[in-house]
């Protein structure tokens, strides 16, 4: 219990911990958000502790709009950034210091959808063993379950004849 005490106490001296130390007290109860333009209470706004300013801060915007904005900003970053990730990507693939590594991990997940049993998996079986494409079985969900039962039957069989020899 001692040992505790001290702890807390070496705390209360670290700036490091002063923050939760500080009470949130506002001289504000409500705001005006600058992207919806409407006067919300501060329970609509997120608050941060600002280290600069030791003490803590409203965000400037609602938490609503943080949320669409923070969609709007990184959905407008994937958009800028799409040419050059697939540009990578292909430069990635084509690399010869890559194919083995690129060969290993495409078979490791061949190996885990065969394993798990996933769509893209028993879509491919359709395909080859029913000659259902995959554009039908992706609007076919029942016949994706079905196949995938059917499968599951089958190796269930062949685990129990196994077990027999
Ligand atoms: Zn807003």
Do not use: W
Request: hydrophobic letters at 25%; proline letters at 4%.
């Amino acid at each position: 219990m001692s040992n505790r005490n001290t702890k807390v106490q070496n705390q209360h001296q670290s700036p490091a911990f002063a923050k939760p130390l500080l009470p949130a007290v506002f001289s504000i109860s409500s705001k005006v958000c600058p992207i919806c333009k409407t006067e919300k209470d501060l329970s609509n706004f997120g608050k941060y502790f600002s280290k600069e300013r030791q003490k803590y801060r409203v965000q400037n915007y609602c938490k609503s709009c943080e949320k669409s904005e923070k969609k709007r900003r990184s959905a407008e970053y994937y958009e800028a950034n799409k040419e050059a990730r697939k540009q990578y990507q292909k430069e990635h693939r084509a690399n010869p210091n890559n194919k083995e590594k690129l060969k290993a991990v495409s078979q490791k997940f061949k190996i885990k959808y065969r394993e798990e049993l996933q769509d893209c998996y028993v879509r491919d079986r359709l395909t080859q063993d029913n000659k259902i494409p995959n554009y039908v079985s992706r609007e076919l969900p029942e016949i994706v379950e079905a196949k995938r039962l059917q499968i599951k039957i089958k190796r269930k069989i062949k685990s129990l004849n196994n077990g027999k020899k």
